[in-house]
């Protein structure tokens, strides 16, 4: 999904998320070519220069991927301007992004043939190479284990016990809590299917919707790579809203209970608590 090639745009820059994480991610080996803010066109963020629209930055220096740091009223349009200037790859961070927004960004990214991570999300990380997103800096370490998440605290804290244990990453990615993500479980494991730096898989999920689930189905189908899972939210109270928009129980469908035992009868290891990941690695 990204290298250390990958030339980067953050839309919003100008704004304080913007200019901290876009300074995270330069400083973690990003390529960040340019920032887009209409209204701030012709200045600098750091030795950024920004530009009053994606097609004005992506003419001028070229990008394969852009961030989206935008307040959740604007993430629509900004997504949608993104995609329509060329951009194959756009991580979504901003939460509270309304469900329709989300799912008309979704639907015309898969008309132009680009991918969408989020929105809600933390965004991606290849260890050694490049990071998208707001993940912290110091807690990675290169390697060959994926890590996929519907929780950005709970991967940091994976994430850390990995490393700790020596056990390193190929790739991080966050696909977001809402109930509509442009990146799916699914998704993300055909890609590590597909990826020669990968070996094994950690799957972080948590109660609400079907995507476990899914992900379950596939992977006793289709994956050969041994999978490790969790599943956030077994004392949950049905019908409740825990965090994410997306991780709510209903009509009986969601919970942990049933997305542990799907991930277990597909082949997957499943951890009670997040410490038994590096063991059951």
Do not use: W
């Not at 991927?65 to 200037?85: G, H, N, R, T």
């Not at 901003?94 to 991570?117: C, K, L, N, W």
């Not at 050969?224 to 209903?250: E, N």
């Amino acid at each position: 999904m990204i290298d250390g090639r990958s030339r980067v745009i953050i839309q919003g820059i100008t704004g304080h998320q913007g200019r901290f994480h876009s300074q995270a991610m330069r400083a973690f080996g990003t390529r960040v070519v340019a920032g887009v803010t209409p209204g701030n066109g012709g200045g600098e963020v750091d030795g950024v220069p920004v530009y009053e629209s994606v097609r004005d930055a992506v003419s001028s220096h070229g990008a394969d991927a852009s961030v989206v740091f935008v307040p959740a009223p604007s993430a629509k349009d900004s997504a949608l301007e993104a995609l329509e200037a060329g951009v194959p790859l756009v991580v979504i961070v901003t939460e509270g992004m309304p469900v329709h927004d989300a799912m008309t960004v979704i639907q015309f990214s898969r008309v132009v043939g680009a991918r969408v991570v989020g929105p809600n999300c933390p965004g991606i990380t290849v260890p050694g190479r490049a990071k998208l997103g707001i993940m912290p800096n110091g807690i990675f370490r290169e390697g060959s284990t994926a890590v996929v998440s519907r929780s950005g605290t709970l991967t940091y804290e994976v994430v850390s016990s990995l490393t700790e244990a020596g056990i390193g990453q190929s790739i991080c990615l966050g696909i977001g809590g809402d109930p509509v993500v442009g990146t799916s479980f699914v998704d993300a494991l055909r890609m590590f299917e597909a990826d020669e730096r990968t070996s094994e898989i950690v799957l972080i999920g948590e109660i609400g919707g079907t995507a476990e689930e899914e992900a379950a189905e596939f992977i006793k189908n289709r994956m050969s790579k041994p999978v490790v899972a969790y599943i956030a939210g077994r004392t949950a109270p049905p019908g409740r809203k825990m965090g994410h928009a997306g991780a709510i129980i209903s009509q009986g469908r969601g919970s942990a209970k049933s997305k542990s035992k799907a991930l277990n009868d597909a082949g997957a290891r499943v951890a009670d608590r997040p410490s038994e990941i590096v063991r059951l690695l």
